[in-house]
């Protein structure tokens, strides 16, 4: 190598460098952005719930430390609905009850359903961009409308009672307003909202998938099905994590349908009540931020071992 | 090639630059604790931010306009109008708790306690004229009034129960009057179910507020929750009468005479698919309901061709053996005890609460009734709003239950709710009610 060879090496390496550190900078600029946004409004919030909690306030006046007593009004709440107490005497056990069977249903509802809708949006079939469209058009559109609109949609002389003759007669609930159905009918809007989105996740992770894979099955002799279930659903698997793990932080919040289709208190026998609406009522009708904040922690926990549990048992780095 | 990658990085780096200077824009602006008196006038402007909820468009424009009258009259004060559209109070709490709340703003009765006991309002009396104060009807000052006497709000408007009837539903079931007392109530609303096929009354499934007149006409004690032995209210007898009657008007009127296959007499807005009671009664799916003067702008609004006088009339909220009681719902124009202008504040409040203000913002727009005397008559009053005025009562309680009056009228009707849903029983459902009010109090 002559010399000017190495000198011009050189010189590309260290532009090479400056420019990567250049990129770096414009980096950090671009991120600190986010960041800044993500200190003042998710960890500087989540950190004065976190010491709100300790305290006994009410807006107005100033702040008693009060140490673990508004835990205390947690266990007591699980304690009393534990033992049997009605629905309104134990409002917390109650979301919690409730939001723990919602979760049940909807996650792998949705991430089953998201993983049918994928398989068929993948087909190389004509007028595929419209179903595509159509499944993802849930996704796209405000909790609270949808909500209003399945209020109509699952009303006793409403439409869904009125498909349901032809498939079960004699089957006509009043969804809204009878508690053995009112999470059940929350859980189906959920379902129809979610797993729209989530299809265009599996979408893509199929996308991916080799066809060689797929081509080798056929010749061994694989129909439709097997490939799905032999090829498919274990190539999907640290996708189905991932949607499962978004769909169980979506469930165990679970806030606005409950609010709109069973309303502030819960609906008939607290049916739909929530954590999350708990924690408002606690928050600005029973005047308790103390409280909430408390409730808010406990909710946090849920949510926070149930995933780790999850991702921890099933090791797959996730795309 | 060169160039426009220089000018790509310069881009995204001016880009990421003007994202900064923006966000610490917003930031800055955000945090102002309140717009800056101008320094190039001569006379020094004062700010007043005003908050309230707003009842439509119309309600708007009309503050908007009044406030403009009131910054002509008064140049040197200028007025920041804040329309906060959902969850008013608990926005206005929220605001107190980050220092920034408004001046003045709107202050429901239920609410009134938590706000005079922590001390966060500005005692109107000792800044505006006993002879002002005076205007006001007296029941209607009460929630406003703190511990000490003074009047830390004055009612913008009020309203109140009273019976809509459904005339040509009650032609058909040849009924010729409104029902005057409780027992009428239910006999009417039992008639005109078998005789028209409609349910004769429509209520709320809960509704403490609701059923409190039942209660105090029977003769119970007036309401007030402050301490676990106030509990004892619901052993009154005629609490206990009352409530069972009143629960029972669901069972008995839905529950049971659907199972006999028959039309049921009471139903709830939502059994005959509308939003409230309002919907039910606008829609004429129900021939009666107990509701209030709020009722009366939205039936004209939606629905213009069911006419007052005509299709539909008022009277009052049916009586008791001892009294005849109505219920009344009121807002205050509070100020913050920590404004730093409240001369200004004062002057504003005077100013839409005077008989101008009242003839200009209540009176013509007909959506409630004014809350000084002397307005009865005004030729812009609406006629059914006049005629809910000439009613007579024994009592006319304010809807207020003590300090914690929302909690304790969320969870009380929740109770009543579940009991009417045939969930616990009526005793169950009483025992459950004075649970709740000694817990409430017992913590503190």
Redo the contacts between chains.
């Keep these: 190598m002559s010399k000017s060879h190495l000198f011009l090496s050189q010189k590309m390496k260290s532009l090479l460098e400056k420019r990567k550190s ?1 990129e770096a900078l ?1 980096a950090l ?2 991120i ?2 986010v960041t ?2 993500n200190m003042v409004f998710g960890y500087f919030a989540a950190a004065f719930a976190f010491y709100l909690s300790f305290f006994k ?5 100033p702040m008693e430390f009060v140490g673990l007593k508004n835990f205390m009004v947690i266990f007591k709440d699980l304690w009393r609905g534990i033992s049997g107490a ?4 134990a409002p917390f056990y109650t979301g919690l009850k409730n939001i723990l069977l919602y979760t049940a249903i909807v996650v792998p509802t949705q991430t089953i359903l998201a993983m049918i809708l994928a398989a068929f949006a993948n087909q190389k079939i004509k007028g595929v961009q419209f179903y595509k469209v159509s499944y993802f058009l849930p996704a796209v559109t405000s909790p609270v409308i949808i909500a209003l609109i399945f209020i109509w949609l699952f ?3 409403g439409y869904i009672n009125y498909m349901l003759q032809f498939v079960a007669p004699g089957f006509a609930p009043d969804w ?2 009878d ?1 053995s159905y009112l999470l059940y009918a929350i859980a189906l809007v959920a379902i129809w909202g979610t797993s729209g989105h989530f299809m265009v996740s599996f979408l893509a992770a199929m996308q991916s998938i080799p066809r060689d894979i797929y081509e080798a099955a056929m010749l061994e002799g694989a129909g439709p099905i097997r490939r799905f279930i032999y090829i498919t659903v274990p190539m999907l698997k640290p996708m189905i994590v991932y949607v499962v793990v978004l769909g169980l932080i979506g469930a165990l919040q679970m806030f606005d349908l409950a609010w709109v289709m069973a309303g502030s ?1 819960g609906g ?3 049916a739909g009540y929530t954590m999350a609406l708990d924690i408002y ?1 606690e928050a ?4 308790r ?1 103390g409280v909430a904040a408390a409730k808010s922690i406990f909710l946090f926990a849920l949510i926070f071992s149930v995933t780790y549990v999850f991702q921890k048992k099933y090791k797959v780095m996730v795309r | 090639m060169k160039y426009s990658k220089a000018l790509e ?1 310069t881009t ?2 001016v880009i ?2 003007i ?2 200077i923006a ?1 610490i824009a917003v930031a800055w602006f955000a945090m102002r604790p309140a717009a800056p008196p101008p320094t190039t006038t001569v006379v020094e402007k004062v700010y007043i931010r005003f908050a309230g909820w707003s009842a439509g468009e119309t309600e708007m424009k009309n503050y908007e306009k009044i406030i403009k009258m009131f910054e002509e009259k008064y140049p040197d004060i200028a007025v920041k109008y804040e329309v906060i559209t959902q ?1 008013f109070h ?1 926005n206005i ?2 605001s ?2 980050a220092g920034v709340a408004p001046d003045v703003f709107y202050l429901d009765s239920a609410w009134a306690p ?2 005079t006991e ?3 309002l500005y005692p109107v009396s000792d800044i505006v004229s006993q002879d002002f104060i005076n205007q006001f009807y007296d029941f209607l000052l009460e929630p406003f009034r703190g511990p000490d006497g003074k009047i830390y709000g004055l009612p913008k408007d009020w309203s109140m129960l009273m019976l809509f009837y459904n005339k040509k539903l009650f032609e058909q079931a040849g009924l010729t009057k409104p029902p005057d007392t409780w027992e009428e109530l239910e006999e009417y609303a039992k008639i005109i179910a078998d005789k028209t096929g409609k349910p004769g009354l429509a209520i709320y499934l809960g509704g403490f507020n609701r059923y409190m007149p039942v209660a105090l006409s029977y003769g119970a004690p007036k309401p007030w929750f402050d301490d676990p032995g106030d509990a004892s209210w619901f052993d009154d007898p005629a609490v206990e009468k009352t409530m069972e009657w009143y629960i029972n008007l669901y069972l008995k009127g839905k529950i049971e005479r659907e199972k006999q296959g028959l039309t049921p007499y009471v139903v709830s807005p ?2 005959v ?1 509308a939003g409230w009671l309002g919907d039910a009664f606008g829609k004429q799916e129900v021939a009666m309901v107990i509701s209030g003067n709020w009722m009366i702008p939205f039936l004209a609004d939606q629905f213009p061709d069911f006419k007052f006088g005509e299709d539909w009339d008022i009277a009052p909220v049916p009586r008791g053996p001892e009294k005849r009681v109505t219920m009344a719902y009121t807002v205050a124009l509070a100020i913050n005890a920590k404004t730093e202008n409240p001369d200004a504040a004062a002057k504003f409040v005077e100013f839409i609460l005077g008989p101008e203000g009242q003839k200009e913002l209540v009176v013509k727009m007909g959506h409630t009734l004014p809350s000084i005397k002397g307005l009865e008559n005004d030729p812009n009053m609406w006629p059914q709003h006049k005629k809910s005025l000439s009613f007579k009562y024994d009592i006319v309680q304010i809807f207020l239950w003590g300090p ?1 009056s ?2 304790l009228e ?2 009380i ?3 009543m ?2 009991a009417m ?1 045939e ?2 029983s009526i005793d ?1 459902a009483l025992n ?1 009610m004075k ?2 009010v000694e817990e409430m109090f017992r913590g503190g």
């Design positions: 250049r414009e600029i671009l600190s952005v800044c946004l306030w009410d807006y107005i006046g009605y629905f309104f005497q009303m006793k002389q809204i307003n508690k208190n008939p026998g607290g009522n600005f009708i029973n005047l931020p | 990085k995204s780096l990421a630059l994202l900064i966000i969850m608990e709490l929220a107190f708790g938590i706000f922590k001390g966060a939502q059994d698919g914690k929302g909690e969320g969870k009707s929740d109770i709710a579940s849903r969930e616990i169950e459950a649970q709740t």
